[in-house]
């Protein structure tokens, strides 16, 4: 169904009839003009639709993909997040940590990796656990909703698992990645063929316990196209924050993946050298941990807009 808007910007409501497990060239499942907004949904990380059903994809199943008309290969793809919102009030995560972001001699004392069942209320706002029960009592959360996993299809004809990262984007699984973020990718092919799922309704730094509060989601985004804008690896910004996303292994790798990437956005778009650019990430350079529990790790990145004011043209 279309919605036409007073600008001639098209706004798609779109219902999804089958998923992927990776993020690749995929046949598209709609083309989108530069400007068009998408309204749509997305199945948890084990494919359970708003109404519990499974629609017999596991693995963080992707929305999509998404031709973006006009894209190619140089440009850079902006999604922002126009609207992440839980579709259902259950939610689940895994009960007991990764064990790989403990020491080894500490695995042993790792239970059995149970699920833990959460009641989401979307309209207070908040996470209530079910079960297990726990010496934590009568315990909840506020929600913060985001985007474990999404992004373009990578070049050279790859399809990459959603249970990992590269510059493509993927399992980033950064709890920045909410609403109102815009996030800019790379375009590898014609169209980009954007993807999304992996919908949490909470998370802590690192998915340290392999998940967020893995729920299915009703998501709205808006694409725009960059022409002739090259970078090397996800970008995003919010009010406060530009910031790069460096995906890989180790961790050390993601890191200088990130700050390469902001380096050179300094350098490009706020007309600063090295140098400068090196000061002011000495001084306001901020880092947040997304995933650490798959294959690829996620660093980011953050500079503050404050630091940043008066100079150059942005992005």
Not at 182 to 187: H, K
Not at 188 to 193: C, D, H, R, T
Not at 200 to 229: C, W
């Amino acid at each position: 169904m279309l919605e036409q808007m007073p600008d001639q910007m098209t706004i798609h409501h779109f219902t999804p009839t089958h998923y992927h497990p990776t993020i690749g060239s995929h046949a598209p499942v709609l083309h989108l003009a530069d400007g068009d907004t998408v309204i749509t949904t997305m199945v948890d990380a084990n494919g359970f639709d708003a109404q519990l059903r499974d629609i017999g994809v596991n693995s963080n199943p992707q929305t999509g993909p998404f031709h973006v008309e006009g894209a190619e290969p140089g440009d850079t793809l902006a999604v922002t997040l126009d609207k992440i919102a839980p579709s259902r009030t259950y939610g689940w995560t895994r009960a007991a940590i990764a064990t790989n972001v403990v020491d080894p001699l500490f695995v042993y004392q790792v239970p059995e990796r149970i699920k833990a069942e959460w009641r989401v209320d979307g309209a207070m706002g908040t996470a209530a656990l079910v079960a297990p029960i726990t010496v934590l009592g009568d315990f909840s959360v506020p929600i913060n909703p985001m985007l474990g996993c999404f992004g373009v299809a990578p070049k050279d004809g790859q399809a990459i698992s959603t249970a990992t990262s590269a510059e493509h984007g993927g399992n980033m699984d950064y709890n920045g990645f909410t609403q109102g973020v815009t996030a800019y990718f790379p375009v590898f092919v014609p169209g980009a063929l954007f993807h999304l799922g992996d919908g949490h309704a909470a998370q802590g730094d690192g998915e340290m316990v392999g998940t967020g509060i893995e729920i299915s989601m009703d998501v709205q985004f808006t694409v725009r196209v960059i022409k002739n804008k090259n970078i090397g690896t996800v970008r995003g910004e919010n009010d406060e924050y530009i910031f790069a996303v460096g995906n890989a292994r180790p961790l050390d790798q993601a890191t200088q993946h990130a700050t390469t990437e902001m380096l050179r956005w300094l350098m490009e778009d706020y007309g600063l050298d090295i140098v400068a650019a090196s000061v002011l990430l000495g001084l306001y350079v901020k880092y947040d941990l997304g995933n650490m529990v798959d294959p690829a790790y996620t660093m980011v990145c953050k500079m503050p807009k404050r630091a940043l004011a008066g100079l150059g043209a942005g992005k």
